[in-house]
C-alpha cells in the first residue's frame, strides 16, 4: 500500500490543492472545512521524490474567504443561513469555500532528524491532509518528553491541550542562545520559570543563574521539596542572593566600569585624572598575584595632584579633589556593594542541579549593569580558561561545567542606542559563548528598547503577546525563524501562548505554555482586593494590636525620663 493511499485512510482529507501561492515556497488549495484550516496548524500533501513518496508537510499562514452565501441570507439572525440554502438545494456546510496560503517545510528525516524540502511542488488537484497529532509529536520537536537534554514547555496551539507536546532541545537553547519576548502581563516570566523548572528536572540538572531585577524568582525555591524534581542521589538546589549579599570585589571592575559609576557632570579633567590613576595603579600590580581595593586607586589618584608652583601648567589641586570626592561618594560607603576583598566565588553561583537567583531590587540600575558586566566577565573568563586548560583547578577561574544566565528585564543591560558597560561583554559571550559552553536567555518587554544585535544573536525565540508597533517591528527584524505570517499573529495571542522558532525546534510552532509546578512570583497585586480587606474587622484588629505594640516602648521611655528629672 502506497503512502499516498495511508494518508487516505489514516489523516482526514481537508483540501485540494488550488496552485501555487506569491511565493516559490508556499502552495494554495481550497477547503470547506474553516475549522481545521487554522493559521498555525499543519497539513501535507504526498509528493514522489526519487523513488519514494514523501509527506510534505507545511504549515497554515493565511486563509481567504472566496465563496459565501449571499447577504440576502445572512439578514435574518432568526432564520439559520442553512435553512435558507437548503431549500434552494445548496448543502448548508459546503456552501462557503476558503483558500488557505501553506508555507510547506519539506519532509522529516530520521537520519538528519530535521526537515528537508525537496522543492517539489503539489499539482492542482493533489490532496491535502491534515496531519495527525501522531506525526506532529514525532516530527515538530527535536526531543521527546522526559528525554535527557529536552525540556517541555506546552503543547501545540491548535490541537488540544497536552495532545501534540512542544519540547525544546536544551542543548541547543544553551549553547545558542534564548530569547523571552512579550508585552507586560503575557506571561514572559511565567514562561521563564516553566523553562528553569525544565532545566533543574533530573533529565537535565543544569547549572543555571538567573538575574532577577524584580524578586519575582523566589518561589523556585520550592523546587527543593518537591519529589518530582528528585532522582536518586539528585537533589536540586535553589539559592538566593539578596540584596545585601551581593559583593563586588573592586578590583574586578575596569577603568570603564568605575568611569560609569561617576556622577553626571564629571569633567573631562577629572576622567584624564582617573585613567592616569588607573594606569598607573596597574603597571605597578601587573604581573601579581594579588588583590587591590578602592584605596590603592583612590592614593593613586592623590599622586596625580600637583599645585603647578614647579611647573608651567596649573594646578590641578580642584579637579583631583573633585574627582575624589564622587569616587568617595560612590565606593567608600559602608555598606555599599563594592569590597576590597569579598565577593561571591562562581562556584557559590553556578554548580549543576544548582539554580541561583540574584535579586538586585534594591540595588541602583546603574550598579546593576555593572554587577552583571563584572560577572559575565568573570564567568567568560572561567570557561575559557577552564576549556583552554589554564585554569588552577584550586582557583575561582575553573569552572568545569557549561553554565547558562537568564536575565530578566534584558533591555536594561543591553539597550538599544546607548552604551552601558554590561553591552559589550554580552555582545562577546552571544556571538562567541557557544564555543566555551556560556550561554545566555534574554527577557524582556520591549524588544524595541533591546540592542538588535544582542537580540539577533538569541538563535531561539520565545515570542508572546506584542501589541507595540515598534516593537513588532523590531522582531520581525531580529527574528529569522518565524515567518512575517506568523509574527502577524502576536497581537491576537491570549496569555500563556506563544510563537516559538529557532534552533530549540524543529519548525516555528504556536505553543500553549504548561501549568508551572513552582507558584509564580511575578502576580499582579489585586488593588480592589485589598482595598476592601483594608476595611475588615481582622484587619482594622490587626492594625490596633500593631498601634499597640508601637506605643509601648514610647511610654517606658516618657516614664523613665520623667523619673530622672524628679
Given at each position: 500500500?502506497?503512502?499516498?493511499?495511508?494518508?487516505?485512510?489514516?489523516?482526514?482529507?481537508?483540501?485540494?490543492?488550488?496552485?501555487?501561492?506569491?511565493?516559490?515556497?508556499?502552495?494554495?488549495?481550497?477547503?470547506?472545512?474553516?475549522?481545521?484550516?487554522?493559521?498555525?496548524?499543519?497539513?501535507?500533501?504526498?509528493?514522489?521524490?526519487?523513488?519514494?513518496?514523501?509527506?510534505?508537510?507545511?504549515?497554515?499562514?493565511?486563509?481567504?474567504?472566496?465563496?459565501?452565501?449571499?447577504?440576502?441570507?445572512?439578514?435574518?439572525?432568526?432564520?439559520?443561513?442553512?435553512?435558507?440554502?437548503?431549500?434552494?438545494?445548496?448543502?448548508?456546510?459546503?456552501?462557503?469555500?476558503?483558500e488557505i496560503t501553506v508555507e510547506a517545510i519539506g519532509y522529516f528525516s530520521r537520519r538528519l532528524n530535521d526537515f528537508v524540502n525537496p522543492r517539489i511542488p503539489p499539482g492542482a488537484g493533489d490532496a491535502v491532509y491534515l496531519a495527525s497529532s501522531e506525526t506532529l509529536s514525532s516530527v515538530l520537536s527535536p526531543k521527546r518528553v522526559g528525554d535527557q537534554g529536552s525540556a517541555h514547555v506546552g503543547s501545540l496551539l491548535t490541537r488540544d491541550a497536552n495532545?501534540?507536546?512542544?519540547?525544546?532541545?536544551?542543548?541547543?537553547?544553551?549553547?545558542?542562545?534564548?530569547?523571552?519576548?512579550?508585552?507586560?502581563?503575557?506571561?514572559?516570566?511565567?514562561?521563564?520559570?516553566?523553562?528553569?523548572?525544565?532545566?533543574?528536572?533530573?533529565?537535565?540538572?543544569?547549572?543555571?543563574?538567573?538575574?532577577?531585577?524584580?524578586?519575582?524568582?523566589?518561589?523556585?525555591?520550592?523546587?527543593?521539596?518537591?519529589?518530582?524534581?528528585?532522582?536518586?542521589?539528585?537533589?536540586?538546589?535553589?539559592?538566593?542572593?539578596?540584596?545585601?549579599?551581593?559583593?563586588?570585589?573592586?578590583?574586578?571592575?575596569?577603568?570603564?566600569?568605575?568611569?560609569?559609576?561617576?556622577?553626571?557632570?564629571?569633567?573631562?579633567?577629572?576622567?584624564?585624572?582617573?585613567?592616569?590613576?588607573?594606569?598607573?595603579?596597574?603597571?605597578?600590580?601587573?604581573?601579581?598575584?594579588?588583590?587591590?581595593?578602592?584605596?590603592?586607586?583612590?592614593?593613586?589618584?592623590?599622586?596625580?595632584?600637583?599645585?603647578?608652583?614647579?611647573?608651567?601648567?596649573?594646578?590641578?589641586?580642584?579637579?583631583?579633589?573633585?574627582?575624589?570626592?564622587?569616587?568617595?561618594?560612590?565606593?567608600?560607603?559602608?555598606?555599599?556593594?563594592?569590597?576590597?576583598?569579598?565577593?561571591?566565588?562562581?562556584?557559590?553561583?553556578?554548580?549543576?542541579?544548582?539554580?541561583?537567583?540574584?535579586?538586585?531590587?534594591?540595588?541602583?540600575?546603574?550598579?546593576?549593569?555593572?554587577?552583571?558586566?563584572?560577572?559575565?566577565?568573570?564567568?567568560?573568563?572561567?570557561?575559557?580558561?577552564?576549556?583552554?586548560?589554564?585554569?588552577?583547578?584550586?582557583?575561582?577561574?575553573?569552572?568545569?561545567?557549561?553554565?547558562?544566565?537568564?536575565?530578566?528585564?534584558?533591555?536594561?543591560?543591553?539597550?538599544?542606542?546607548?552604551?552601558?558597560?554590561?553591552?559589550?561583554?554580552?555582545?562577546?559571550?552571544?556571538?562567541?559563548?557557544?564555543?566555551?559552553?556560556?550561554?545566555?536567555?534574554?527577557?524582556?518587554?520591549?524588544?524595541?528598547?533591546?540592542?538588535?544585535?544582542?537580540?539577533?544573536?538569541?538563535?531561539?525565540?520565545?515570542?508572546?503577546?506584542?501589541?507595540?508597533?515598534?516593537?513588532?517591528?523590531?522582531?520581525?527584524?531580529?527574528?529569522?525563524?518565524?515567518?512575517?505570517?506568523?509574527?502577524?499573529?502576536?497581537?491576537?495571542?491570549?496569555?500563556?501562548?506563544?510563537?516559538?522558532?529557532?534552533?530549540?525546534?524543529?519548525?516555528?510552532?504556536?505553543?500553549?505554555?504548561?501549568?508551572?509546578?513552582?507558584?509564580?512570583?511575578?502576580?499582579?497585586?489585586?488593588?480592589?482586593?485589598?482595598?476592601?480587606?483594608?476595611?475588615?474587622?481582622?484587619?482594622?484588629?490587626?492594625?490596633?494590636?500593631?498601634?499597640?505594640?508601637?506605643?509601648?516602648?514610647?511610654?517606658?521611655?516618657?516614664?523613665?525620663?520623667?523619673?530622672?528629672?524628679?
Amino acid at each position: 500500500m502506497s503512502p499516498k493511499q495511508n494518508a487516505a485512510e489514516e489523516d482526514p482529507l481537508v483540501g485540494t490543492v488550488k496552485g501555487p501561492g506569491e511565493r516559490p515556497h508556499e502552495f494554495l488549495f481550497i477547503t470547506t472545512d474553516n475549522r481545521r484550516a487554522r493559521i498555525g496548524e499543519f497539513v501535507y500533501y504526498v509528493a514522489r521524490d526519487s523513488e519514494e513518496e514523501r509527506r510534505i508537510l507545511g504549515n497554515v499562514t493565511s486563509r481567504r474567504l472566496v465563496r459565501n452565501l449571499p447577504d440576502a441570507f445572512l439578514s435574518d439572525p432568526e432564520t439559520p443561513p442553512a435553512v435558507v440554502s437548503s431549500l434552494i438545494g445548496l448543502e448548508g456546510e459546503g456552501c462557503e469555500l476558503y483558500e488557505i496560503t501553506v508555507e510547506a517545510i519539506g519532509y522529516f528525516s530520521r537520519r538528519l532528524n530535521d526537515f528537508v524540502n525537496p522543492r517539489i511542488p503539489p499539482g492542482a488537484g493533489d490532496a491535502v491532509y491534515l496531519a495527525s497529532s501522531e506525526t506532529l509529536s514525532s516530527v515538530l520537536s527535536p526531543k521527546r518528553v522526559g528525554d535527557q537534554g529536552s525540556a517541555h514547555v506546552g503543547s501545540l496551539l491548535t490541537r488540544d491541550a497536552n495532545e501534540v507536546p512542544v519540547v525544546l532541545s536544551v542543548k541547543d537553547v544553551v549553547s545558542t542562545h534564548l530569547a523571552i519576548l512579550a508585552s507586560t502581563g503575557s506571561g514572559k516570566s511565567y514562561t521563564a520559570g516553566v523553562i528553569v523548572e525544565e532545566l533543574m528536572m533530573p533529565h537535565n540538572r543544569a547549572a543555571v543563574l538567573i538575574v532577577d531585577p524584580h524578586g519575582e524568582y523566589g518561589t523556585l525555591s520550592s523546587i527543593e521539596t518537591d519529589p518530582r524534581f528528585s532522582e536518586g542521589a539528585y537533589r536540586p538546589e535553589v539559592k538566593l542572593f539578596t540584596p545585601e549579599r551581593v559583593r563586588v570585589r573592586f578590583s574586578s571592575l575596569t577603568e570603564a566600569d568605575i568611569k560609569y559609576l561617576l556622577p553626571e557632570g564629571t569633567s573631562e579633567k577629572m576622567l584624564h585624572i582617573l585613567s592616569q590613576a588607573y594606569r598607573t595603579l596597574m603597571s605597578r600590580v601587573s604581573g601579581e598575584r594579588q588583590l587591590w581595593g578602592y584605596h590603592d586607586l583612590r592614593d593613586a589618584v592623590v599622586e596625580q595632584k600637583y599645585e603647578g608652583s614647579e611647573r608651567s601648567e596649573s594646578s590641578n589641586a580642584s579637579s583631583v579633589e573633585g574627582l575624589l570626592w564622587r569616587l568617595d561618594s560612590r565606593f567608600d560607603r559602608a555598606n555599599g556593594i563594592f569590597s576590597d576583598n569579598e565577593h561571591i566565588p562562581l562556584k557559590d553561583l553556578f554548580r549543576p542541579g544548582r539554580c541561583t537567583v540574584l535579586q538586585l531590587s534594591d540595588i541602583e540600575q546603574n550598579e546593576q549593569q555593572v554587577i552583571v558586566a563584572t560577572l559575565l566577565r568573570r564567568v567568560n573568563k572561567a570557561r575559557v580558561s577552564t576549556v583552554r586548560g589554564e585554569a588552577d583547578a584550586a582557583s575561582d577561574a575553573h569552572l568545569p561545567y557549561p553554565v547558562f544566565a537568564l536575565l530578566e528585564e534584558a533591555h536594561r543591560f543591553a539597550p538599544a542606542g546607548a552604551t552601558v558597560v554590561s553591552t559589550n561583554i554580552l555582545k562577546q559571550i552571544l556571538s562567541e559563548g557557544r564555543k566555551f559552553g556560556v550561554g545566555i536567555g534574554l527577557i524582556t518587554q520591549r524588544p524595541g528598547k533591546l540592542d538588535q544585535d544582542v537580540l539577533s544573536q538569541c538563535m531561539t525565540q520565545v515570542i508572546m503577546r506584542i501589541v507595540n508597533p515598534v516593537d513588532q517591528d523590531t522582531v520581525a527584524k531580529s527574528v529569522e525563524g518565524a515567518g512575517r505570517q506568523m509574527l502577524q499573529e502576536l497581537p491576537a495571542l491570549t496569555k500563556g501562548q506563544a510563537v516559538i522558532s529557532g534552533v530549540g525546534v524543529n519548525t516555528p510552532v504556536m505553543c500553549r505554555v504548561r501549568e508551572r509546578i513552582t507558584r509564580h512570583g511575578g502576580e499582579t497585586f489585586d488593588a480592589p482586593s485589598e482595598w476592601a480587606d483594608w476595611h475588615t474587622d481582622a484587619a482594622r484588629d490587626r492594625r490596633e494590636q500593631d498601634d499597640a505594640v508601637m506605643v509601648k516602648p514610647a511610654s517606658k521611655k516618657v516614664e523613665k525620663f520623667r523619673g530622672v528629672e524628679l
